[in-house]
């Protein structure tokens, strides 16, 4: 079964955070510069397990730091991919698109909506330094909300809402429980 989790909320929601609590630190990672898909493939035991999508940052990969033409590219990615897991998170290709065209290449799809209050996501941004544009962040909180209000409704598409904004390590357990990760041999 090939699959396809993403992760989307407002910026400050903790979606690296919580991408970096999934991935079971005994996988391997291993940054591919691709240009038509730049990633961190995913080893176990010599075996591919998966790939999270986006470029390599300092803790975390993520979508956002992709180059802006990247959509056409990563349509074409996913489509044709062999990757049993592909992990991603952020706006860059948190799209309707990107989320069909992962399901009609016959993958399993979860978006993951962290739907974390804004004060709570607006300290987490203060807490780091960022000096996000106000105009920007409402932009791209609406449109992770919009996106999932549209999974509800996507046949093949499975949408996790996470209200909570505890501990990372406690949601991330949970979130795997859910999501069958635990279950799944890779």
């Not at 730091?65 to 860059?92: F, Y």
């Not at 290709?93 to 799809?109: H, I, K, N, Y």
Request: aromatic share 6%; hydrophobic share 40%.
């Amino acid at each position: 079964m090939r699959r396809l989790i993403y992760l989307v909320g407002p910026p400050g929601s903790g979606k690296s955070t919580l991408m970096g609590a999934l991935i079971p630190p005994v996988w391997l990672r291993v940054f591919r510069d691709d240009q038509r898909m730049p990633r961190d493939e995913l080893f176990h035991a010599d075996r591919l397990i998966g790939a999270e999508l986006g470029r390599h940052r300092a803790s975390f990969s993520g979508t956002d730091a992709l180059a802006m033409n990247i959509h056409p590219h990563a349509l074409r990615w996913i489509a044709t991919s062999h990757h049993p897991l592909v992990l991603g998170e952020g706006q860059r290709l948190g799209t309707r698109r990107f989320l069909e065209a992962a399901r009609d290449s016959g993958r399993m799809v979860d978006l993951v909506w962290l739907d974390v209050p804004d004060q709570i996501c607006r300290l987490r941004r203060q807490a780091r330094g960022s000096r996000q544009n106000p105009q920007w962040v409402k932009a791209a909180t609406t449109r992770a909300a919009r996106l999932a209000e549209a999974a509800a409704d996507m046949p093949g598409v499975r949408l996790h809402r996470i209200r909570d904004h505890g501990a990372t390590h406690d949601i991330a357990v949970r979130l795997a429980a859910d999501l069958r990760l635990t279950e799944v041999n890779w």
